[in-house]
């Protein structure tokens, strides 16, 4: 009897090695352990052996049954594994109820005023762009008129990395490379994470967003400026705006603005978030100085330009009424969960 087992074993042993996924597996273990399974018949056949050889032959056949039933418990494991690891590789992997979750999520409000931003100026012809958070000082400040030692560079400290590159201070970063990329005429809207050193407060951020506009073609003026954002502020906030235009001056625009609206959660009262001026900078704006059109390869004989930078998230604090800005990179999700997209 126990001749038998161990040449039953060793059979197992060389038809587990070849298995190849669980379904052999399955026709494995019926062929043993089942009821017509090889060492099913040899438990049945313990009534035919004599007296003397019985308890023997019973605890080989135990031990073979027991040694079958793990060897197979940790085959279908491992062949599990490969084949969970094979659907992962393949191209069918997405598999959506691996992320499922019985909370609905929602946007994060930046996103759905840019979304909103971006869905007004689509309509009036801009192309939307994505440009990158690291950039070089070129990108940053030498292609924007603003040189080395400008004091234009005071306002805008940022985080340096190693390779000399920066994280863009300003989305108008991107004006250069957009510039070359379509040259004139053009149209364009860049949305974008920015970041400066700045003391925190509930209307500053180290960390922030803007969203850059530029407009060239010929005889563009400060009107057609004017213009589309004052189409942008009614279309998003539903109702006329109470704007602002004070002189503004950056070295990258002449003549150069700021375009103020009145304060939507104290309607002009003065308030924390607007720092009691009853006015929030919402958009600085000008028409694109000569000297950067002309970095960018535009003829500016022919061509010029308006450019805005509007902040986002301003623009977010007062469309849904927030009334400090450091919610925004809270991560709070109980606070976000309140918007709507
Ligand atoms: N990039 C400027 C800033 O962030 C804003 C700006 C953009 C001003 C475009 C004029 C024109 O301060």
Redesign the pocket.
């Known amino acids: 009897m126990t001749e038998k087992t161990a040449a039953l074993k060793k059979d197992f042993e060389m038809q587990i090695l070849a298995a190849k996924n669980t379904a052999d597996l399955e026709s494995i273990r019926v062929g043993f352990l089942g009821k017509k399974g090889f060492v099913t018949t040899l438990m049945q056949g313990l009534n035919d052996i004599p007296k003397d050889k019985k308890r023997e032959a019973g605890q080989a056949i135990n031990t073979l049954k027991q040694f079958i039933e793990e060897a197979i418990e940790n085959k279908k494991e491992e062949l599990a594994k490969l084949e969970w690891q094979k659907k992962i590789d393949s191209s069918e992997s997405y598999d959506e109820s691996l992320f499922c979750s019985s909370e609905k999520g929602s946007y994060h409000p930046i996103t759905l005023i840019q979304r909103e931003v971006e869905k007004v100026f689509e309509t009036m012809g801009f192309v939307i762009e994505n440009y990158s958070e690291i950039v070089d000082d070129y990108q940053c400040f030498e292609s ?1 008129n603003i040189p080395k030692h400008h004091p234009a560079r005071d ?2 400290d940022t985080y340096y990395l190693s390779t000399g590159q920066l994280l863009k ?4 970063a991107a004006q250069n490379a957009i510039m070359k990329k379509y040259g004139a005429p053009l149209r364009a809207i860049f949305p974008g994470r ?1 970041f400066r050193n700045e003391n925190i407060d509930a209307c500053h951020e180290n960390t922030f967003f ?1 969203m ?1 506009g530029i407009m060239i073609d010929e005889d563009i003026s400060i009107s057609n400026l004017i213009y589309f954002m004052k189409t942008l502020l009614s279309e998003v906030f539903g109702k006329n705006m109470d704007v602002r235009l004070r002189p ?1 001056f ?1 070295p ?2 002449e003549p ?1 603005f700021e375009l103020d609206i009145k304060c939507l959660i104290c309607d002009g009262e003065g308030c924390p978030s607007c720092k009691d001026s009853g006015w929030l900078e919402l958009c ?3 028409m ?1 100085h000569p000297k950067v059109l002309e970095y960018g390869g535009i003829d500016t004989e022919k061509y010029t330009g308006f ?3 509007l902040g986002l998230t301003r623009l977010a604090m007062m469309r849904y009424g927030v009334k400090d800005i450091r919610i925004f990179n809270s991560g709070n999700l109980k606070a976000f969960s309140q918007f709507e997209g």
Do not use: D, K, R, W
């Open positions: 924007l306002m805008q201070t300003h989305t108008s920015c803007q850059e503004g950056f990258f625009v150069g600085p704006c000008g694109i450019a805005f930078g």
